[in-house]
């Protein structure tokens, strides 16, 4: 089994910063890809960053040159900076990461952390 657990959601005012942080545990053999995707309230998900294992990364092009994608492949972490934030980056962010275990490989998903910003 994997468990992706994110952390460092919260409020932040328009213009501010966050954090946010993903770790994947469990009976990991390798990471692919990692990324971060956001679903607002009556909105499909969408992708907001990813990485892959050699650190290529894309960004949708509302979070280009505001949001950094980056990962430490030695603690299976990724991590979201967000910069110069604005309302619309208002919603639910959900780490996303491509593992590869000893049995099989999957496509895994973790439990969401909201993000709000204020005007």
């Known amino acids: 089994q994997v468990q992706l657990v994110e952390s460092g959601g919260g409020l932040v005012q328009a213009g501010g910063s966050l954090r946010l942080s993903c770790v994947a545990s469990?009976?990991?053999?390798?990471?692919?890809?990692m990324g971060w995707y956001r679903q607002a309230p009556g909105k499909q998900r969408e992708l907001v960053a990813r990485i892959g294992s050699a650190g290529t990364t894309t960004y949708a092009d509302s979070t280009e040159g505001r949001f950094t994608i980056s990962r430490d492949n030695t603690k299976n972490t990724v991590y979201l900076q967000m910069d110069n934030m604005k309302p619309e980056d208002t919603a639910v962010y959900y780490c996303?990461?491509?593992?590869?275990?000893?049995?099989?490989?999957?496509?895994?998903w973790g439990q969401g952390t909201q993000v709000t910003v204020s005007s």
């Open positions: 996303n990461a491509i593992v590869e275990t000893y049995s099989r490989k999957g496509n895994y």
């Open positions: 469990g009976s990991i053999f390798s990471i692919n890809a």
